[in-house]
Every structure is written in C-alpha cells, then in structure tokens.
C-alpha cells in the first residue's frame, strides 16, 4: 500500500513544483494533456493533480489486494522510479535558478 501512497505524494509535489515553474516561465509542460489544462486554467491543472492524487490514495485504501501483487509493486516501483526522476529534474532547476539568483 506504501507504493501508491509514494505516488500519490510524488505526484503532488510534481503538481506544486510544475505550477510555480509555469507560473513564472521556468519550465514548459512537456505532458500534452496537462499542458492542455495549463493553457485553459493553472487552476484547472492543480486541481487534477488534487484530483488525480486524492483518487490514488483512495484506491490503496479500496484495493489493499492490488498492493500485494508481485506485478502492481513492480509496476508501482518503476513508476515511482519515474516520478522520483522527474522530481529530481524539478530540484535541479530550482537549484540552478536559486544559485544564478545569487
């Protein structure tokens, strides 16, 4: 169950750090969908992510079986492999950006 609820964290902070890095030109959406919801609201956008987060956490809750399956934890951990990734991409920007600030 720690797998979804790692994801649904991971995928909050991806929402936060990717509005603030829109929201001041830093970054640009690569993901089209989500670009999409960017381009009609920024609180469109945070809102899925709320969304999509709040429904992970919900389904561990609902599916703690799917959990002890060897295939949902190999395919949770790459996927959160992937997030971990992409958060990492968020801190190094902000770290550049913090240091060319300086």
Known sequence: MWHFL???VLNLLDGI???WGLSFNFITEANPLMDW???KSPWLFIGFKVFL???I???AFHSKHLS??????IFLLLVNVLYSFILF???YWVGNLIFLSF
């Not at 002890?68 to 934890?73: G, P």
């Open 17 to 19: 750090f990717t509005f």
């Open 6 to 8: 790692i994801l649904s």
């Open 57 to 59: 956490i919900i389904l």
């Open 89 to 91: 991409l968020h801190f």
């Open 37 to 39: 919801l960017w381009m």
């Open 53 to 55: 987060s709040s429904s």
């Open 68 to 73: 002890n399956q060897r295939r949902w934890k």
